[in-house]
């Protein structure tokens, strides 16, 4: 596998259920981002890690939860979701954070809350 | 507060050029990036700028005015492929990313 990898792609839950969200990157890099993309909308950063340690949080609800157990893999464990939060949820890397460095995505994971 | 304003969609023709503006307001400016987005996949980084002027690559240009927060981004002998979203971005001060809503471009034949 090379880049950004993201499972699963698709995902339908229903408000109860909890589930997690798996990015995996290869490029040997030290920043991990995960964004939701809603239609229409700016992409909104949720979480940022760099060597592992959250960096950034922007005011994301509860029940969102991150996880960065190394520096390759990147998790985002969901519980009791609400409608609105049906979008795609996109995971990014970067060499390190800031400066030049550009983002490499992974395919993102449309999530649809039932 | 901090903003990116670009045109939710634009139309253009097979062949000619098209200019895709962008203009920010942001705490601190630490770089400008563009990625292209199509349809149900992932951004893809197109270019960055951080000095003021132009920055070629191949088909696609961009310019950046730090003193008018501005920028463009230029598509040449356009192809149907470049039918897809472009994605303007700006680094603050404390080199947080602030995104645009995309720009829209349909290429018609």
């Known amino acids: 596998e090379t880049g950004v990898t993201q499972t699963p792609r698709h995902l339908v839950m229903g408000m109860t259920n909890k589930k997690s969200l798996k990015c995996e990157q290869h490029?040997?890099?030290?920043?991990m981002y995960w964004y939701k993309q809603s239609a229409k909308k700016p992409l909104e950063l949720m979480f940022v890690y760099s060597l592992e340690e959250r960096v950034e949080n922007n005011s994301v609800p509860s029940r969102f939860s991150p996880e960065c157990p190394n520096s390759s893999h990147l998790f985002l464990h969901l519980h009791t979701l609400q409608p609105e939060d049906s979008a795609l949820y996109l995971c990014?890397?970067?060499?390190?954070?800031?400066?030049?460095?550009?983002?490499?995505f992974g395919p993102g994971t449309r999530l649809t809350v039932t | 507060g901090q903003n990116i304003d670009q045109p939710t969609e634009m139309t253009a023709t097979e062949g000619a050029i098209v200019q895709i503006n962008c203009t920010y307001q942001?705490?601190?400016?630490?770089?400008l990036f563009w990625y292209q987005q199509h349809a149900g996949e992932a951004p893809t980084f197109l270019s960055y700028?951080?000095l003021d002027g132009l920055e070629e690559k191949g088909r696609f240009s961009s310019f950046l005015s730090r003193s008018k927060g501005y920028s463009y981004l230029l598509l040449k002998e356009l192809q149907m492929k470049d039918s897809a979203s472009y994605l303007c971005a700006v680094t603050d001060s404390n080199y947080q990313l602030i995104w645009g809503a995309g720009t829209k471009l349909i290429i018609k034949p």
């Open positions: 990014a890397s970067s060499q390190d954070r800031g400066g030049p460095y550009e983002q490499y």
């Open positions: 700028n951080v």
């Open positions: 490029l040997g890099h030290n920043a």
């Open positions: 942001t705490s601190g400016f630490n770089g």
